[in-house]
């Protein structure tokens, strides 16, 4: 069973910079494609990025395109979100999810196989 692990949230000035891991146990994460999410208070939750099984693919929301950046190391079965140039905006609780075969585009909740538990960012001054 895949379990996923969130890491590296906090609180962060605007402007500043944050990295997230997202780290599996249990299994390999070599055939998963793995998806950000982002959930804050009283919104739905949204995709924010989106990266394949072989990382040679990746997608971004356009509200972080060009300041998040995702990749994924295999020999640490890790994927990153390193964030920079944060803004209020990005505060909320950033999820990672799994899927190995996925009908739905990847920025969609809908059709992950494994949740991580989360993790707070928060960006103030």
């Known amino acids: 069973q895949l379990q996923l692990v969130e890491s590296g949230g906090g609180l962060a000035q605007p402007g500043g910079s944050l990295r997230l891991s997202c780290t599996a146990s249990g299994s390999t994460l070599d055939y998963y494609a793995i998806g950000w999410f982002r959930q804050a208070p009283g919104k739905e939750r949204e995709g924010v990025s989106s990266?394949?099984?072989?990382?040679?693919?990746?997608n971004y929301a356009a509200s972080v395109k060009g300041r998040f950046t995702i990749s994924r190391e295999h020999a640490e079965n890790t994927v990153y979100l390193q964030m920079s140039s944060l803004k209020p905006e990005d505060t909320a609780v950033y999820y990672c999810?799994?899927?190995?075969?996925?009908?739905?585009?990847?920025?969609?909740?809908?059709?992950?196989?494994?949740w991580g538990q989360g993790t707070q960012v928060t960006v103030s001054s």
């Open positions: 990266i394949s099984s072989s990382g040679g693919s990746t």
């Open positions: 999810a799994a899927v190995k075969t996925y009908y739905y585009p990847l920025l969609h909740p809908m059709g992950y196989d494994y």
